[in-house]
Each structure stands twice: as C-alpha cells, then as structure tokens.
C-alpha cells in the first residue's frame, strides 16, 4: 500500500503510532498502568499524612506535598495516553487534548526543576542558619515561593504551547509514544530545527541554570556538614541524601536522554521512545519511595498507622 501523506490547516485529533511496532504491548501496558498506580498511591500517602498530621506542617514538608502534586500531574498526562493506546487500544487523540496534555507535560516537567531548587535552599538555610532558620523560612514564605514557582511556569510553558498551537500540521499521525511538544513540532508541515531551538533554550534553563545552581547549593552543604558535630552531621546527611537521591533521579536521566539524541547517536524510534518512558518514570518512582521510607516525620506516622491497625485487628 502506498504511503499516504496529509495536507491539512487544522486536524481534529491525532493518532499516536509510537507503539505500532512493539511487540508485548499489553505487557508494557499492565508495566506502566502498575507504576502509574504506586505512583499516586505513594504521592496520595504523602499528603494524606502530611496534611493531616500538624506536626508536619512545616516548610520542609510542604515542598515534598508540593513535589507529589507535581508528580501525580506529570505522570498522568504521560501515563493516561499510554494507558489508553496499549490496554484500550484506543489510538486517537482529540487535538485540544493533546494540546493540554503537552501543556500539562511540559509544566510539570519545569515546577519540578523548580521545586527541587526551592527544597535545595530550604536545606541550606537550615544547616548554615539553624538559629535563623524559623524566622526566615515560614509557612507563608514558602508558600508564597510554591505560588511563584507556579506562575512563572504557568507563563514560560503557555509562550511553548502558544507557538505549538500556531503550527500548521502535514499528518494527524505522532509517531511517539504520549502527546509532547518534540512529536508535536515533528507532525507540523515545518522545518522543527528553529522550533527545537525554543526547547532547547527552555532545556538550557533548566540544566544549565537551575541543576549547576542545585549542585552548587549541595557541595556548600557538604562543606558546612563537615564542620558539624558527628550526632548532628549523621542527621543532616540523613536528610540532605533523600534530596540528593530525588534530584539525581530526575536529572540523570534527562541529561543522558539529551546526550544520546544530540551527540549524533541514531537511535530508531523505538529505542528513543523507550528512553523517553524510562526518563519520565525514574524520578517518579523513586520520589515517593525516598520521602515514604527515608523522611522521619512520615516514616514513623505509617509506622504508628500500622501498627495501629494491627493493635484493632487483633
């Protein structure tokens, strides 16, 4: 059968190709609906505890609820398409929600750069200016930094998805494997170089900007750690390796994702769809798991809720 090729202003949905050729489908389909499910149960866990126990309304807890909201957000806008395309084997994707979804996509992606940065100052208050720290760092403040994180990322993805809604499209056909602004601009009848300069510059923001910035904040904390008293040197470690786990995981991937693609490597379709879903879902993963098991406050109210229901089904 011949190639066809489309011509058309304005699409009305899209139809996501990028698994066409898998084999196992279902199998990968029942892998990402299971991570997608312990993903908002860890995160959902979090707030749940952290919202209802007032011995942890504090700022240090309320950018890990600010973390799980960013996560279950961006792992629904990838994991919801994937979901529908392997297990419902539903294809098609209407092009405002495909829009949304990219919109969505991208905005989590950026807040949680941007929370990671605040949880990296709010640990370097707290071990260089232990006596101050409460005085500079509230609720309040901290909330107020969340609100502006968000609006600022609100204002930089809506210009990305403003130039991505102004595209004129060749083929209502993505050959990825979610809605994301790349597999928007490679569907676009466009040359996608001066397009992917656009993203790039918003990549270079984040890993150029915002992740040396975090590294930074980490090696001054590794130096005033080593001048601590040994009790209060384990618990700063304790507490400054969770993020520290947090951020590589996030970070890591993405950077090893930009060097395979731009380095001149060819990866077929189905080897960079596949580095894109390993990217998106190591941080998320890993996130809840390190706040859940390593950060004391809720580790010991699961602790004391289980062992509660225990107590009550005895």
Not at 274 to 283: E, K, L, R, W
Request: net charge positive; charged share 10%; glycine share 2%.
């Amino acid at each position: 059968m011949a190639n066809v090729t489309y011509f058309v202003k304005n699409v009305d949905s899209f139809i996501i190709t990028g698994f066409d050729h898998l084999q196992n489908q279902k199998l990968l389909g029942s892998l990402i609906l299971i991570s997608y499910m312990f993903i908002l149960l860890g995160n959902g866990i979090n707030l749940c505890i952290i919202s209802t126990d007032k011995h942890l309304h504090k700022p240090m807890y309320i950018l890990i609820c600010n973390l799980a909201v960013v996560d279950m957000m961006y792992s629904s806008t990838c994991s919801t398409t994937m979901i529908s395309v392997l297990l419902a084997e539903i294809k098609t994707v209407s092009y405002y929600s495909c829009i949304s979804r990219t919109y969505f996509f991208n905005l989590g992606d950026l807040t949680e750069s941007m929370a990671l940065t605040l949880m990296a100052l709010d640990r370097l208050i707290a071990i260089n200016l232990p006596l101050r720290y409460n005085s500079f760092v509230t609720n309040s403040r901290i909330l107020w930094l969340v609100f502006l994180t968000w609006i600022l990322s609100f204002a930089v993805i809506g210009f990305l998805i403003y130039v991505t809604d102004s595209l004129t499209y060749c083929q209502p056909i993505i050959k990825y494997v979610f809605c994301s602004y790349s597999s928007l601009v490679r569907a676009a009848c466009v040359d996608p170089e001066p397009y992917f300069a656009i993203s790039t510059m918003y990549s270079m923001v984040t890993l150029c900007g915002l992740f040396p910035f975090i590294l930074c904040t980490y090696a001054v904390l590794a130096y005033s750690v080593t001048k601590l008293a040994n009790s209060s040197r384990k618990q700063m470690i304790n507490t400054c390796l969770s993020h520290i786990i947090v951020l590589f995981s996030f970070y890591v991937p993405k950077i090893v994702y930009i060097l395979l693609t731009r380095i001149g490597l060819v990866l077929t379709l189905t080897e960079r769809n596949a580095v894109v879903i390993v990217s998106c879902y190591v941080s998320l993963l890993v996130n809840p798991t390190v706040y859940c098991i390593r950060t004391k406050g809720i580790r010991k109210r699961i602790t004391d809720i289980f062992l509660y229901t225990q107590k009550i089904t005895k």
